[in-house]
Antibody, heavy 122, light 110 residues
């Protein structure tokens, strides 16, 4: 059974930093691109970032580029999101999600974690 | 990258059909066939319902269908059921190698 378990969320002051992690199991992690998607309270989905299976390609949303860094450890089946210079508008539930197994297109996300809540407030 | 445009809500009676539109630009929906749809009941994680504009992942009922014309994609739910009540989001790959979601549509079963 595929499982994605996010951790590392919490309350942080504006300008602060936080690192989210996602522990994956139940599939061949090293073969799948992975994404982060966030959802502000009561709002819609916003894609944040993607990293290729071997970590040689990373893309970011304009809203986080230069402040967030996505990374992965294929030996530990973990995905990370390092967040710096956090703003109030970064407050959201952050989901990690895996690429649809039977498609080479990384934009299709077939399994999602339950999310890690990040609150940016003074 | 601006969000794709979806109607805030649609509704229908059990057994009826509803269609949700999703309008983008030539930089996203109109330029690629990488359109997907997600279902999200309140308090749960999103679930992939449609990919490649009109394909269904394993386990998704064939009541759900997708299509695209120009810069607009559509999701149709036929034979609406109470369990279909949820928020639905469209998503498209973009020319800048990013993803853009729609603002979401709440489907209400009357």
């Amino acid at each position: 059974e595929v499982q994605l378990l996010e951790s590392g969320g919490g309350l942080v002051q504006p300008g602060g930093s936080l690192r989210l992690s996602c522990a994956a199991s139940g599939f061949t992690f090293r073969s799948h691109a992975m994404s982060w998607v966030r959802q502000a309270p009561g709002k819609g989905l916003e894609w944040v970032s993607v990293i290729s299976a071997n970590a040689d390609t990373r893309y970011y949303a304009d809203s986080v580029r230069g402040r967030f860094t996505i990374s992965r450890d294929n030996s530990k089946d973990t995905l990370d999101l390092q967040m710096h210079s956090l703003r109030a508008e970064d407050t959201a539930l952050y989901y990690c999600a895996k690429r649809l197994s039977y498609s080479s297109n990384w934009s299709y996300l077939d399994y999602w974690g339950q999310g890690a809540l990040v609150t940016v407030s003074s | 990258q601006s969000a794709l445009t979806q109607p805030p809500s649609v509704s229908g009676s059990p057994g009826q059909s509803v269609t949700i539109s999703c309008t983008g630009t030539s930089n996203d929906i109109g330029g690629y066939n990488s359109v997907s749809w997600y279902q999200q009941p309140p308090g749960t994680a999103p679930k992939l319902m449609i990919y490649d504009v009109s394909d269904r992942p394993s386990g998704v009922p064939d009541r759900f269908s997708g299509s695209k014309s120009g810069n607009t994609a559509s999701l149709t739910i036929s034979g609406l059921q109470a369990e279909d009540e949820a928020n639905y989001y469209c998503c498209s790959y973009t020319r800048t190698n990013t993803l853009v979601f729609g603002g979401g549509t709440k489907v209400t079963v009357l």
